[in-house]
Structures are given as structure tokens and as C-alpha cells.
């Protein structure tokens, strides 16, 4: 006779779901053996566990997770928080997350901010509410790290904070050597001859700020002067509409007297913003301006010419921060670590030296 309570209805008829005691049955062994060969946390011999494991088989039943981590206090998933999915710097920051999660039986939530700080708390505090093991975020937003609300979250759930403002917080972080990454793509610009170098950049960002540092320290350092009309600000940075927000800004500045011979972009998307804003004005790349942008995304090899960039080595980034939080989850007491990654620049076809 069915049993009801251990029935779901499907392609309409009830089908009865096999239960832990079914396994426990049919094995001829407890529901604490069957328990201890499905969780792996305590040694079973050998016949026994063959015994358990074809009888999970026969029986085709699946544990109930949800008890499962009602009892373990762990529900296996893990939160990543990410301001744009159409940045595609985050979502192969991600895939490196992913690989290192899957070896490890973790599920992810992918939560979208659209760069906004409100949009970012509450989507950190809602997979709390879900009971994720641990949060990452990426490029978190400078405010929610100034105010302390990412050092008070670090108190109360496993967290690691992907690049963003670190200086004297209270978090786990893995960074890339933002400040080396742009002092190599400047110092190769002024190498080639140039000196009438603009800065393109996001209106809202950390990352940003500390590249616009390094910009005019460098050139500082070599003497060049710094022209206000050569900080190009756009009002996004992360999403696809930087391209096009990229191509205004730039065409603006290259109509103006005495325009740049090189431009620095901030990330890839800018850069590639950077070259049609060229093109549509009939200027030749490298040959009338250089151009070079920054993380190493696919579609600085699909441009017209390939952009030459600054590699922020995202999958390991991503692959070295979920390792982080995993270690952080397994012993939450160890206290707070800073791993820092180096970038490397990539030359490719859109630079040259500068020619009178």
C-alpha cells in the first residue's frame, strides 16, 4: 500500500520516495550507518558501506539536503556579489570561483548590484538571510568598505573582498598589484615618446582613484605636466554602455587643440571605446594615437587593432579568493589574511613609439 507521506505526484500518479530507513531496510543495517556513509564523517567498513551504497542505488534515493543542513549547520552555497555581469572581467573572476567551488560540492548565488551601494548591502545581507556558508564580493563599492559595513559583516559570516579599498580594514582580501599594473602601462607610454597622455576613467571607484594616483605620480616623476583636459570621466565604468560612453568622451577630447598622442584607459572596455572614438574621426592606430587599456578581457583580441593591456590574471584571482573563503569557512579564528597577485602587460597591436 502507498505511503502518502513519503509520496510526491508526478506525470500523474504518486511515486513513493524512498526514506533513510528504506536504505537502512534494505541494507540491514541502522539509520546511523546509513547516516555515516552518506555524510563520510565516520569510519564504516568496508562490506558494510558496499552494502549501504547499492542498496542508495537500488532504491535511486537522494539525501534530503535541507535536513542534511539543518544538522551540519552548513548549506553548502556560497554568495558571490558582482557589479555588472556585462563587464566581462567579473564573470571569468567567477568562473575561477566556480572551478575551485565544484571540486568541493559548493553552490553558488550570483547576486548583480548594477555598481550601486545600496543594491550591494542588500544583496550581501540577503544571502545571510539565506545561510550561505560565506560571501565573496567583487570590487566592492568604496563607501560600504569606508563606513565599516564589510568589517562588521567579516564578524558574523565568512567573507573575502575581491580588489577594492584595503588600507587598515578589517577583512580578508585578494588584490591584484593594481598600483604596479598601471605605473608599467604608463612608463610604457612614456617610454614610446609619449608625453601627451589622457587618462580615461570611471566616474565612481576605488580602482580607478588608485590608477589616477599612479598617473600623476609617474608623470611627476618624468617631469611631464599634467593637463586637467587630459582626465577623461565617464559616468560608468562596468557596464556595456562604457563602450559607447567611452567613444563621446574620447572624440570630444581628440576635436580639441592639441590633443593626446596615447591614451591610458582604465579597463578593457574603455580602451576598446578608445579605438572606434579613433576611428570614427579617421585617426590611424598606433600610428596617430596609442592606445592601452586594462584587465585582459577576450575582446582585446577580437578589436581592431588587438589592444594592448594589462593581464589582472582574473581566473586566478577568482580560483585563489574561493580558496580563501573556503580555508576562512574551515577555521573562521585564524584571522584576517591579505593576498596581493601580480598583473603583467600584455603587448599586442595598438601602441608605438611616437614619431615627430
Given at each position: ?11 500523474g500518479?504518486y ?26 564523517n ?19 534515493f ?7 543542513s ?45 555598481s ?21 564580493v ?27 579599498y ?7 582580501f ?9 605605473l ?137 579568493a ?22 603583467n ?12
Amino acid at each position: 500500500m502507498l505511503n502518502l507521506e513519503k509520496a510526491f505526484y508526478k506525470g500523474g500518479i504518486y511515486l513513493e520516495v524512498p526514506t533513510i530507513l528504506d536504505v537502512a531496510k534494505q541494507a540491514g543495517v541502522s539509520i546511523t550507518t546509513v547516516s555515516r556513509v552518506i555524510n563520510n564523517n565516520y569510519p564504516v567498513k568496508k562490506e558494510t558501506r558496499k552494502k549501504v551504497e547499492t542498496a542508495i542505488k537500488n532504491l535511486n534515493f537522494k539525501p534530503n539536503h535541507l535536513a542534511r543542513s539543518l544538522i551540519n549547520k552548513s548549506t553548502n552555497t556560497l554568495g558571490v556579489v558582482i557589479p555588472s555581469i556585462t563587464n566581462l572581467f567579473f564573470p571569468i573572476v567567477v568562473k575561477g570561483i566556480e572551478n575551485i567551488c565544484n571540486k568541493k560540492e559548493y553552490t553558488l548565488f550570483l547576486c548583480d548590484t548594477d555598481s550601486n551601494e545600496d543594491s550591494e548591502k542588500n544583496q550581501v545581507k540577503n544571502l545571510m538571510d539565506k545561510q550561505v556558508d560565506g560571501i565573496l564580493v567583487i570590487d566592492p563599492q568604496y563607501k560600504n568598505i569606508e563606513n565599516g559595513f564589510y568589517e562588521d559583516i567579516a564578524l558574523k559570516v565568512p567573507l573575502v573582498l575581491i580588489n577594492g579599498y584595503h588600507r587598515g580594514i578589517k577583512a580578508n582580501f585578494v588584490l591584484n598589484d593594481q598600483e604596479m599594473g598601471a605605473l608599467q602601462a604608463i612608463e610604457y607610454l612614456i617610454n614610446l615618446g609619449h608625453k601627451e597622455i589622457a587618462f580615461l576613467r570611471g566616474k565612481k571607484s576605488y580602482s580607478y582613484d588608485l590608477k589616477e594616483e599612479v598617473y600623476y605620480e609617474t608623470l611627476k616623476k618624468h617631469q611631464i605636466p599634467v593637463k586637467k583636459e587630459n582626465i577623461l570621466v565617464i559616468n560608468d565604468g562596468n557596464g556595456i554602455e562604457t563602450v559607447e560612453l567611452s567613444i563621446n568622451k574620447v572624440q570630444k577630447r581628440l576635436r580639441e587643440g592639441q590633443p593626446p598622442t596615447a591614451i591610458f584607459a582604465c579597463n578593457d572596455w574603455m580602451g576598446v571605446g578608445a579605438i572606434q572614438a579613433a576611428k570614427k574621426l579617421n585617426r590611424k592606430i598606433p600610428r596617430d594615437i596609442s592606445i592601452i587599456g586594462y584587465d585582459n578581457i577576450v575582446i582585446t583580441e577580437l578589436s581592431e587593432p588587438k589592444l594592448t593591456t594589462v593581464d589582472q590574471n582574473m581566473y586566478t584571482l577568482g580560483e585563489v579568493a574561493a580558496n580563501l573563503l573556503l580555508k576562512t569557512i574551515e577555521n573562521p579564528q585564524k584571522g584576517f589574511k591579505k593576498v596581493i597577485l601580480d598583473t603583467n602587460l600584455i603587448i599586442r597591436n595598438s601602441c608605438t613609439t611616437l614619431h615627430p
